[in-house]
Each structure stands twice: as structure tokens, then as C-alpha cells.
T-cell receptor, first 112, second 117 residues
């Protein structure tokens, strides 16, 4: 069965620090990968997604993620975080089905 | 009405009662999903509707859970004889259905927080 692991449950950073959130999945075949974000009091929204082509994907608000097939990973990065990036981040995988399998989420707190 | 809406936003019920949760997808979206988010857990897939096709119910945790989608638009998730472990946030999402379900962006509603006492 597919599963998604987000090992960082809670990350605390100061503004301008660099961010990397880990995401690993377990599935040997072709996958589609997503990062969703939920800002305080708001709906879940798509940050970026990968399903083919360049494994380095750029999303909104300066975020990017790199698909490394050999490591079954899709880590999210941002070179310099802002206070407004405080949110919960969810990695999700879809192995060419109609189901998105989500990780448990990473809560990011950014202090000014 | 640009986004997915859900009602009620909060629901408190007693163990053993039935509850109905409603989802209004984005207009024109043919695909609709229900998820459940329990405390400390990720989002758990429950059910998927696509157009007039038979729904994918493979994520429903027990036969106390059911969902309908009337007229290809509004969906209702019903939980019968609620149990305390049903307490969670129930999220609805819709997507255009124009592309493959596996790559379509899903747009989420605000969720319904269900508390079973």
C-alpha cells in the first residue's frame, strides 16, 4: 500500500532562514506528487505538484520541490522563509489512481 | 461562490446519533472527494465521485458511513450511529475532472469539525 512519511512534525525557524521539509513515499511505480499548504484559518491549497518532466518543480510564493526517484523523496524547500509562511504543510502522493495519500503534515512556525 | 463550501462548520453530536455533512463543490467541477482528518493524522481518503460513474467508496471506514451526490453537484456525507472515534474534521474537495484524476488539482473546502460526545 502507498504511504507518505513526513518526518518533521514541527519546525521552528527565524525569518530569512532556509527551509527544507522532508517527504518520502513508498511506492515503486509511477507517482504524482503534491505539496499542499494550510495557512491559519484558511483552506488547504496547492503549493506545487509534479507528475512528469523536470524533477525540480517551482510553486507559489518562492517554494520549490525536488523529486528524487532513487530516494523516493519529494522534499520542499525555500531559501528564505517569511513570517507569512507560518502554516501546516502536507505532502501527498497519487499512484495514478483517484486517491491522494497524504502525510501527517509538518507545522512550520516562523518568528520575525 | 468561487470556492468549495461546506456546512455546518462545526457539529457537536451525541454518541449514537446520525449526522449529515454537506459539500457544495466549485461550479462545473465534476469530481468530488471526501477526506477525514483526525487529530495528529494526515488526511484520510473516504470517497470519490466523478460525473455519473459509480463512486469509489474504498476509503469509507465502516458501513455506518455513506455519501451521495445529487445531480452531479452537492454531496452529503452521512454518518449513522456516530461513535467517539468519528470525531474529526471532514474535508471536501472538488476538481475539474477534465484531466486525469491523478494529476488534477483538488480544491478544498473549509471542513466540518465533528465532535461526538
Amino acid at each position: 500500500a502507498q504511504s507518505v512519511s513526513q518526518h518533521n512534525h514541527h519546525v521552528i525557524l527565524s525569518e530569512a532562514a532556509s527551509l527544507e521539509l522532508g517527504c518520502n513515499y513508498s511506492y515503486g511505480g509511477t507517482v504524482n506528487l503534491f505539496w499542499y499548504v494550510q495557512y491559519p484559518g484558511q483552506h488547504l491549497q496547492l503549493l506545487l505538484k509534479y507528475f512528469s518532466g523536470d524533477p525540480l518543480v517551482k510553486g507559489i510564493k518562492g517554494f520549490e520541490a525536488e523529486f528524487i526517484k532513487s530516494k523516493f523523496s519529494f522534499n520542499l524547500r525555500k531559501p528564505s522563509v517569511q513570517w507569512s509562511d507560518t502554516a501546516e504543510y502536507f505532502c501527498a502522493v497519487n499512484a495514478n489512481t483517484d486517491k491522494l495519500i497524504f502525510g501527517t503534515g509538518t507545522r512550520l512556525q516562523v518568528f520575525p | 461562490g468561487a470556492g468549495v463550501s461546506q456546512s455546518p462548520s462545526n457539529k457537536v453530536t451525541e454518541k449514537g446519533k446520525d449526522v449529515e455533512l454537506r459539500c457544495d463543490p466549485i461550479s462545473g467541477h465534476t469530481a468530488l472527494y471526501w477526506y477525514r482528518q483526525s487529530l495528529g493524522q494526515g488526511l484520510e481518503f473516504l470517497i470519490y465521485f466523478q460525473g455519473n460513474s459509480a463512486p469509489d467508496k474504498s476509503g469509507l471506514p465502516s458501513d455506518r458511513f455513506s455519501a451521495e451526490r445529487t445531480g452531479g453537484s452537492v454531496s452529503t456525507l452521512t454518518i449513522q450511529r456516530t461513535q467517539q472515534e468519528d470525531s474529526a474534521v471532514y474535508l471536501c474537495a472538488s476538481s475539474s475532472g477534465a484531466g486525469a484524476a491523478s494529476t488534477d488539482t483538488q480544491y478544498f473546502g473549509p471542513g466540518t469539525r465533528l465532535t461526538v460526545l
